[in-house]
């Protein structure tokens, strides 16, 4: 069942007295208790989207149209999104190391977040403060809230942020590059709390990633974003195993190999949402673009003949997955 539901989403940004569309038609389900993976390159419109869901864009962006509903309640439309924000939706940002008010303890942050709402008496708080800590297995937890953010490590930080999240019992996470800025070791342990969460909580969780490794291992479902766009959207082994459309398919070219002796690369650059491409948007950089309706058509979503969850908007059609994935 869909406890998140985004449907035609289009988003735009006011600029030079001019505006300018960066969201188009953005639509994807997010399942109770799975995980989604929102993939594709920096600006292609991920955080953008995420921000969306949580009605924090900046000054000059707003949302030209559609839905966005939680448990079937359009969040565009209700006066109070602060109620929301944090409570039963949380996010987990970029950057655990900057992330965290360095002039305030863990204590403080927990009990601010937890106090949003004034739910709890003082005593209540910090036991949920407490509690949080636990279920992200953080050690010494009476020591840990009296810390400073300078005084823990990058791992340590990021749990506390994770905690921060689960504080109110928030039944979507939001993980915009989790584990973008700790080592291998600590990402899996970062990794591996949160498919904990999901599945001991029964948590969503919208995974917003580059690493399409993690997104294997760790995610149920996957949407694949091109400037502003979903271009493909299946369940994740299903979308190992054939993958379709050619942004897809030159994105996990450029994952590293063993054998390989240079690592692959996609030609050119994704657009700016100031440039003007008519058709597809990745046709000027698509190695398999033949058709003048790439350069001129904008390609619908259709289902693939592969199953009905899977869906990809190519002129090609299921000619895409015959392409030499990893020549």
Sequence with gaps: MSILEVKNLNVAF??????????????????????LALVGESGCGKTLTAMSILRLLPKNAYVMSGEILYNKMDI???????????TKIALIPQDPMTSLNPLYT???Q????INKNKLFSKADT????????????????????????????????????????????????????P????????????????????????TSILFISHDLELVGQYCDDIAVMYAGSIVEKAPVKE????????????????????????????????????????GCKFHPRCTSSTSESCKKVVPEQYMSKVSENHMVACHLGDWGRLIGRFD
Aim: charged residues 30%.
């Design 239 to 278: 979308f190992f195993d054939c993958t379709l459309h050619p942004y897809s398919i030159a994105l996990l070219k450029t994952r590293p190999r063993g054998n390989a002796k240079r690592l692959k690369i996609i030609e050119g650059q994704p657009p700016s949402i100031k440039d003007c491409i008519s």
């Design 14 to 35: 006011k600029s030079d007295e001019k505006s300018y569309q960066a969201l188009y038609n953005v639509s994807f389900n997010l399942n109770e208790g799975k995980t």
């Design 179 to 202: 584990t973008t800025a700790l080592d291998v070791t600590i990402q899996a342990q970062i990794m591996n709390l949160l498919n904990t969460i999901k599945r001991e909580l029964r």
């Design 106 to 108: 863990v204590e403080n």
């Design 126 to 177: 910090l036991k949920k403060a407490k509690e949080a800590l636990d279920k992200v297995k953080i050690p010494n937890v009476e020591e840990k809230l009296k810390a400073y953010p300078h005084e823990l490590s990058g791992g340590m930080k990021q749990r506390v942020i994770i905690a921060m999240a689960l504080a109110c019992n928030a039944e979507i996470i939001i993980a915009d590059e």
């Design 76 to 86: 565009l439309k209700t006066e109070h999104p602060e109620k929301i924000r944090g």
């Design 110 to 113: 927990l009990v601010e977040v």
